[in-house]
């Protein structure tokens, strides 16, 4: 097995591991490692901004912003974590914008700001709606200039632990199918989220929670996986995202009855409510019967924007609208439903991006440090990659100043060789099967609206998925280029992504944010204001709880 040695490794190149390798290799020898080519990390779909408080067209502040994003996470953020998210954001832009991203701007130059769900002021700055595009090929200029090392179709499968401390990765180089063994002094863990679990989705194929996994597996404390972030505005079947900046620039929801259902829902913020509030009123219309002929989806309606406007403030929303739905966005209404958009949860990390296991740290999507709580405010994940992205570089540097290059874990590695080879044998059970029966479960039964029972069965569900996955084989044999054996392996990560979920979905017996139970409607902050914490030990998984912490604003009751 080859053995490659670097002071750092960052697994992920999506804007949170460009953000951690760009600050991580000012003073050490870098490299990321990424199952993509960086710049097709999910990061890039990104379309309707990125928040700050810059106040250009209004009176904002951090605070402000601090405060929309607490109340948005119904009091589950750590409120010290979400401060430094709030107060850190505007440089971050600066930054990137020197680096060369061109924003919008207003007519004197400054940053165009527009108003997204939960937020108090237009707040979201944004590169038309493809704001995730500009910003990932602007940080991955800055990866070529600065030299950075990248190992782009390389699919990491384990971490090495020992002791609790983290001594290196095993991966597979997906063009020559040969294993290699990655030594270095940290690691960063930059892999996104986990959507795949789901039937619906917004997020890209890649999205599969594989550093979550591995962590898990290692030993690391994953927290608060029950929070599934769903989105209210994608297209029928395809699940493609309808960026919340087209109710930001002014497009409304409708019902079968032609209504203007979200007034009654939430009648001042209307559209612009959270989007775990939207989405349960959408699904309570269909539900009720009043989804567009009986079916299960709504109008999104923007003829009102006119095609001027569309076009130069939507140009990618109109064009997915015509090339999938065939729909002229600027004369017909959008048909859209709900699908899974975001993960809130993940491996879980004090302010310095540092998990629960020695040398990994972790930011982005897979990590819950926990700035979004229980429900995140759209705009808000893009700043979190470039703020948490940039301190777990700068952490990681720390860490290694007084550490020497770790030994080999030969006989850990070999087990993971082994577990690989075996995928290759002839099993009964196909890949695709069991992950089409994963991501209807979950759909059905860990969906919008939860309760115990649904839960019980989810978890049941995929207990014997686990099971039946032991006995999956590969049938492509030819090492190269097999994409059979990626989503083998990546089967093998959903599923414990989806186990954790169920698990607390099960566990947390109140409503908060995105997570519903019919049988407990109410939140409970008396029982219930506390991160769900998982880890893995003694060969099960291991449940304790963590108060929230709570430094800037008492919780109160949730209104729009
Ligand atoms: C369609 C869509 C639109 C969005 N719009 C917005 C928005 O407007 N504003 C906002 O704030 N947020 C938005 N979000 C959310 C936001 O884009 C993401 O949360 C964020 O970009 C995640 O960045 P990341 O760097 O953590 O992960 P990603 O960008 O998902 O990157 C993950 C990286 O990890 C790598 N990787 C994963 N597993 C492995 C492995 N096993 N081995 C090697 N490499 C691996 C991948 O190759 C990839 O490079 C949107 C999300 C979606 C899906």
Redesign the pocket.
């Known amino acids: 097995m080859e053995i490659i040695t670097h002071d750092i490794i960052i ?7 460009q953000m951690a390798a760009l600050a991580a290799s000012q003073s050490s020898d870098t490299a990321i ?4 080519h ?1 710049i097709r ?3 890039g ?6 928040n700050a408080s810059f106040g250009n067209v209004s009176d904002d502040d951090w605070e402000k912003h601090a405060f929309d994003t607490a109340k948005g996470s119904d009091y589950l953020a750590d409120q010290d974590a979400v401060e430094i998210l709030c107060k850190n954001i505007t440089s971050r832009i600066v930054e990137i914008d020197h680096f060369g991203a061109i924003f919008d701007r207003m007519p004197d130059g400054r940053l165009a700001q527009r108003p997204f769900g939960g937020g108090s002021f237009p707040r979201t700055c944004y590169a038309g709606d493809a ?2 595009h500009e910003m990932l090929n602007t940080l991955y200029e800055q990866l070529i200039k600065n030299n950075v090392r990248v190992y782009e179709e ?4 384990s971490l090495m632990v020992e002791n609790n401390e983290y001594k290196g990765v095993l ?1 597979i180089n997906l063009k020559t199918g040969e294993t290699a063994y990655f030594r270095s002094k940290a690691v960063i863990v ?4 986990c ?1 795949r679990v789901f039937e619906r989705t ?3 194929h ?3 929670g ?2 979550i996994s591995m962590a898990y597996r290692a030993g690391a404390q994953v927290c608060d996986m029950e929070f599934v972030q769903f989105h209210p505005t994608t297209l029928v079947g395809t699940n493609i ?1 309808i ?1 919340e900046a087209a109710r930001g620039e002014g497009g409304f929801l409708m019902n079968s009855e032609n209504k203007r259902f979200m007034e009654s829902y939430a009648p001042s913020a209307k559209e612009l409510a959270p989007r775990d509030i939207v989405v349960r009123s959408i699904q309570t219309e269909i539900e009720k019967g009043r989804g567009i002929s009986g079916g299960e989806f709504v109008w999104l309606d923007l003829t009102s924007l006119g095609s001027e406007k569309l076009m130069e403030k939507l140009p990618q929303v109109y064009k997915l609208a015509k090339d999938f739905a065939n729909v002229d966005a600027a004369q017909d209404c959008i048909p859209v439903q709900s699908a899974q ?2 993960t809130m949860g993940g491996i879980r990390t004090n302010n310095n991006c540092e998990s629960s296991i020695k040398g990994l740290l972790a930011c ?3 990590a819950c440090v926990s700035v979004h709580g229980a429900n995140r405010l ?6 979190e ?1 470039l703020v948490f992205g940039k301190i777990a570089g700068e952490r990681a540097l720390e860490y290694i100043r007084k550490k020497g290059t770790p030994g080999i874990q030969r006989e850990a590695a070999e087990k993971e060789e082994e577990r690989i080879n075996h995928l290759f044998r002839s099993g009964d059970e196909s890949v695709p099967e069991l992950r089409k029966e994963l991501q209807n479960i979950m759909w059905e039964r860990a969906g919008i609206f939860r309760n115990e029972s649904d839960s019980r069965e989810a978890l049941k569900a995929v207990k014997t998925l686990k099971k039946r996955y032991s006995n999956a084989g590969v049938k492509d044999s030819c090492r190269i280029f097999n994409t059979d054996l990626m989503q083998a392996i990546e089967l093998g990560f959903l599923l414990d992504n989806a186990e954790l979920i169920a698990q607390g979905a099960l566990l947390r017996r109140e409503s908060r944010g995105s997570h519903f139970r019919t049988d407990f409607p109410q939140r409970d902050d008396k029982n219930w204001l506390t991160h769900t914490i998982i880890a893995f030990k003694d060969g099960k998984p291991q449940v304790t709880f963590e108060p929230v912490r709570i430094t800037l604003f008492k919780p109160e009751a949730r209104k729009y």
């Not at 490692?33 to 993509?36: G, I, N, Q, R």
Request: aromatic share 4%.
């Open positions: 697994i992920g190149a999506g804007l949170a591991g490692v990424s199952k993509v960086p990390s999910h990061s779909a990104a379309q309707g901004g990125i704001t995730g390389w699919l990491t499968t991966a930059a892999t996104g989220g959507g917004t997020n890209s890649q999205s599969t594989d550093g995202l960026s958009h975001y982005g999507e897979c759209g705009g808000n994940s893009l700043a990659t």
